[in-house]
């Protein structure tokens, strides 16, 4: 009996073996618990992000040009005379190029203007010498058209008044 010590355990007491009991059940339990956590809550891809939109999102261009939105063809309020000499008048009218009346030539406005915006907008609109109908902006209103020519009248010396716009 004297190897009898050898295998004795270091539990020694009813209450030992009780605990060691527990520990053996609750150790396991909490290590299982913390590991299903941190694969739970781990950061996921959001599915929303591979949709088509969110992606054109993240890879549209930083600035955008919209062609012709603000005429009046595409449905948009009638471009200010500016607006219109601006973008189709000052080619010619601008410099004075092929003999346009320049913006500015009171002399020049002054003839014509002294026609009246009636004629003008009458020789405008269908073109004279080496102006094309219009000035080339077959688009154009004769409303945008109109004030477009009292823009550069008046830029020009003239006082004419801005015609009333069109009833629709
Ligand atoms: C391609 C060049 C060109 C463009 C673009 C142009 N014009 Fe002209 N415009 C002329 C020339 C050239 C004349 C002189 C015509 C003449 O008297 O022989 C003229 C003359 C005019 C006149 C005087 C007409 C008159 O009664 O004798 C008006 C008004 C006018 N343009 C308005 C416009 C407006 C408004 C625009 C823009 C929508 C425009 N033009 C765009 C070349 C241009």
Not at 138 to 162: C, H, P, T, W
């Amino acid at each position: 009996m004297s190897n009898h010590d050898e295998h004795s355990s270091f539990i020694k007491t009813p209450q030992q073996l009780v605990v060691i009991v527990l520990l053996a059940f609750v150790v396991p339990v909490i290590a299982i618990v913390l590991l299903v956590q941190i694969v739970v809550k781990r950061p996921h891809a959001d599915p929303g992000a591979m949709t088509p939109e969110a992606i054109a999102g993240r890879i549209a261009p930083v600035g955008r040009i919209e062609v012709g939105a603000a005429g009046a063809a595409a449905g948009g309020a009638p471009r200010s005379g500016e607006d219109v000499v601006k973008q189709y008048c000052a080619a010619c009218h601008q410099t004075g190029a092929a003999g346009a009346h320049k913006i500015g030539d009171k002399a020049a406005w002054g003839k014509v203007a002294k026609a009246g915006l009636e004629a003008m907008l009458k020789n405008a609109t269908q073109g004279k010498g080496a102006m094309p109908p219009r000035g080339g902006a077959a688009d154009l209103s004769d409303y945008e058209l109109a004030r477009a020519i009292v823009f550069m009248a008046n830029q020009s010396g003239a006082s004419l008044k801005e015609p009333a716009a069109p009833s629709k």
